[in-house]
């Protein structure tokens, strides 16, 4: 499979969002630093995505840039056909649990993004929410009070209650220690399944990529490259003492050259 | 051509406060050629007053008089209330036991000691000096206090674990710990000092740069040597701050901040 | 009892009450020993603030200081609190203002008593004046910080959500910062307290301040002037809680850390 061609996506699938050739490059004090180095990715609507590589590859820049936070060097990005600009409620970013606003309570938060609506519309999404995370008897309590996982989980139900398009998620689960974080993987493959958002994941942990992606997109070190765009055609639920699971995962670890044996 | 262009934008940004603050200058000339009986002078007024100040040898002896003054009384603050401040942030007790009359001492001017330190001392530096004292130990002591207290348990905790007495838990520990939130408190500290000794020294002394404006005003409403004062107390202010800045960038002190 | 364990809940009480005992002992009797013939000893500041009281005088100073403190420091807010996060917010803004800020700062309120004068006579507003420039560059500070110091991560969000640059600042900059900002005003209110008390002390005839200079100068009446000091010291102390109690409010908890 070539590295530099736009890799499309299966053919029953509308394209989502569509990253063509794009390059970031950053100057600070005379210093250039090539982050991303010709990506080109095309999602489809509803698809669960992975961005994998080691901490610091470009991973996050690319994300940021789908979000629109970022503008590429040069390339574009497209969702749904329109050039990214600038930040929008479609793209919804979900940062690592400190993006949750301390002020606001839980109904504060989730209700951050619906101040156009009216009242009683406004309270049924928020209280909608609060139940698909799990968070009910909570809603009046402030982000301190909460834990990890719960300030995580507000942070989906805020970016979901606005009803996005796409969720850009980056190492959300990176904070929390590592059995609460499979409990949080199985809760947004729930809530995936509900609502199927198309979903941009990034992650270090090849783990997590293989359980929760369609497709599994492995990035190179800085400057970033896509080495490789892996099919992950097990279905919901994975049992990841499957052959074919570990076959995928053995293979991705392979590909970044990774030992296997500790 | 891409440093060029950088250098270029550098310059025009370093302009701009120095444009602001001529344009205020400006403003103020006019301001003060439309009331031309007003008592204030103009910018050119105050440069005169410094002049004359410098003609008359008073510009030097007040500077250093008030200079002094500071100087003892700050010095003398820290002498005593770092030490002490330690001690009591150290001993839980010893802070619950002095931590009321603190907070009651606290929030009264300096200069309403007054009264005591002219009958103590009389008029003159050491009332000046004691006032200086009074503003700074509090401060000090409670920034002393709070800077023990902010020791993270672990830093204690590993100090005991490899076995340091408590003389080597002071000296390898607790010192070095709370010198970055000390120095920062003595620069606080000093600006208060140089506050509270232009104000005593608009009422308790003759000389020094507070005595220069109350004076220069009741002798003759010599506003620009009013404002002349007023214009080199903010600047040593500000000198007495960077210097105090420079030395929280000494390299050893830095590990207690992020960049600034 | 072990000097280094867990304090026990009464202890909360009884060191604090044994250090007071202790210092008002040490007080009486360093007066009593030295034969002094002015300096008040407890009792005598005790009946010489019940005599206050009862010729009304105590309440009408206390009510005039906290008149011109609330003016000034009101002013301060109004002023210093949409100045300040403008600042805080356009760093170009900060770059160009920033250096008269610095050189006015160091300045002390009491200084500019001969220029508040001219501007607005002997009398209670210039000393609101004072009061506010005292408390103004503080307020301006803790804004401009408190605004630059919005982790990124709350603006990104708040722009992801689609807010324009005034809902940002209202719905997340502001929040954000506000901890930081009441802070700032705490420490401005507690700055306005002490310049109201100088300011009284030379350019007005009423509140505390007068009291404390006054008392001294017709008829070297010191144990007024200590009842006057203290009285100062505990209102101060009272502004202070108060305002603390602001820090505890649910939405504005989670920027401090308190202790348990």
Request: proline share 5%.
């Amino acid at each position: 499979m070539s590295l530099t061609q736009p890799v499309s996506v299966p053919a029953a699938v509308t394209t989502k969002l569509s990253v063509e050739h794009v390059s970031m490059v950053f100057e600070r004090d005379g210093k250039s630093t090539h982050v991303l180095n010709d990506i080109s990715l095309d999602v489809g609507d509803g698809e669960f995505v992975c961005l994998l590589g080691p901490s610091g590859c470009g991973k996050t820049t690319l994300l940021n840039a789908m979000a629109g936070f970022l503008s590429p060097t040069s390339g574009e990005i497209k969702v749904s056909g329109e050039v990214v600009r600038k930040p929008d409620p479609r793209r919804i970013f979900v940062f690592q649990e400190r993006g949750v606003f301390p002020w606001l309570t839980v109904e504060g938060n989730i209700g951050f993004g619906l101040s156009k609506l009216p009242r009683l519309e406004r309270e049924k999404r928020v209280a909608y929410y609060v139940k698909m995370v799990g968070l009910e008897g909570f809603e009046k309590t402030y982000p301190q009070e909460l834990s990890g996982g719960m300030k995580q989980r507000l942070e989906v139900a805020r970016a979901l209650a606005v009803n996005p398009d796409m969720l850009l998620l980056d190492e959300p689960f990176g904070a929390l220690d590592s059995i609460t974080r499979l409990i949080m993987r199985g809760e947004l493959l729930r809530i995936w399944e509900a609502e199927r958002k198309t979903i941009v994941f990034v992650t270090h942990d090849i783990d997590e990529a293989v359980q929760l992606a369609d497709r599994v997109v492995v990035m190179s070190a800085r400057p970033a490259t896509i080495q490789q765009i892996v099919n992950i055609d097990i279905t919901h639920p994975r049992d990841i003492s499957s052959p074919r699971y570990l076959e995928l995962r053995d293979g991705i670890f392979q590909q970044i050259g990774l030992a296997h044996k500790v | 051509m891409q440093d060029e262009s950088a250098a270029r934008t550098t310059v025009r940004v370093r302009l701009r406060p120095i444009a602001f603050i001529a344009a205020l200058l400006v403003l103020w000339s006019i301001g003060i050629r439309r009331e031309p009986s007003h008592l204030l002078p103009g910018p050119w007024g105050v440069v005169g007053g410094i002049a004359d100040l410098v003609r008359h040898g008073l510009l030097l002896k007040y500077v250093v008089a008030s200079l002094f003054r500071v100087t003892w009384g700050f010095v003398l603050a820290v002498v005593l209330a770092i030490p002490l401040g330690l001690a009591v942030g150290w001993y839980r007790r010893a802070e619950m036991a002095l931590n009321p009359i603190l907070q009651i001492l606290r929030p009264i001017s300096p200069l309403a000691w007054i009264p005591i330190a002219i009958l103590w001392f009389g008029v003159g530096d050491l009332a000046a000096i004691f006032l200086i004292f009074v503003g700074c130990f509090f401060p000090l002591m409670l920034t002393a206090i709070n800077a023990v207290q902010s020791i993270p348990a672990v830093y204690v905790n590993a100090g005991r674990n490899f076995g340091l007495s408590s003389a080597a838990l002071v000296y390898r520990v607790l010192y070095p710990a709370v010198v970055p939130n000390l120095i920062v408190g003595l620069r606080i500290t000093l600006g208060i000092a140089w506050l509270v000794v232009v104000a005593a020294e608009m009422i308790a002394v003759s000389s020094g740069l507070g005595f220069l404006i109350i004076d220069a005003r009741n002798a003759g409403n010599r506003y620009d040597l009013v404002l002349a004062g007023m214009l080199i107390i903010g600047v040593i202010g500000l000198l007495l701050d960077m210097g105090m800045r420079s030395l929280e960038k000494v390299k050893s002190f830095r590990w207690g901040y992020s960049e600034d | 009892m072990n000097f280094l364990s867990e304090p026990r809940k009464w202890e909360r009480f009884f060191w604090p009450i044994l250090a007071s005992a202790l210092l008002l002992a040490l007080w009486h009797y360093s007066v009593v020993w030295s034969g002094t013939k002015v300096f008040p000893s407890p009792r005598e500041v005790l009946n010489g603030m019940g005599d206050l009281l009862r010729h009304h005088v105590l309440w009408r100073d206390i009510v005039d200081s906290l008149r011109r403190v609330a003016a000034g420091f009101g002013a301060a807010v109004v002023l210093g609190v949409p100045l300040g996060l403008t600042l805080g917010w356009y760093p170009a803004a900060n770059q160009v203002v920033n250096p008269v800020m610095q050189l006015l700062r160091p300045i002390s309120p009491i200084a500019w008593i001969p220029v508040a004068i001219i501007f607005f006579g002997v009398g209670d507003r210039a000393a609101m004046f004072l009061i506010f420039l005292g408390a103004f560059f503080p307020i301006v500070v803790a804004c401009i910080s408190g605004v630059s110091n919005v982790p990124s991560v709350f603006r990104r969000a708040g722009r992801n959500f689609g807010l324009t640059a005034p809902q940002l600042l209202a719905k997340v900059l502001l929040p954000a910062a506000l901890p930081q900002i009441l802070i700032g005003l705490r420490i401005a209110l507690g700055i306005a307290w002490l310049v109201v008390v100088a300011a009284e002390m030379i350019a007005v005839d009423s509140g505390l301040g007068y009291l404390v200079i006054d008392s001294r100068n017709s008829g070297k009446r010191y144990d007024l002037v200590v009842a006057a000091i203290l009285m100062i010291g505990v209102i101060g102390l009272v502004l202070d809680l108060a305002f603390r109690r602001l820090e505890k409010l649910r939405s504005v908890r989670w920027g401090f850390r308190f202790e348990s």
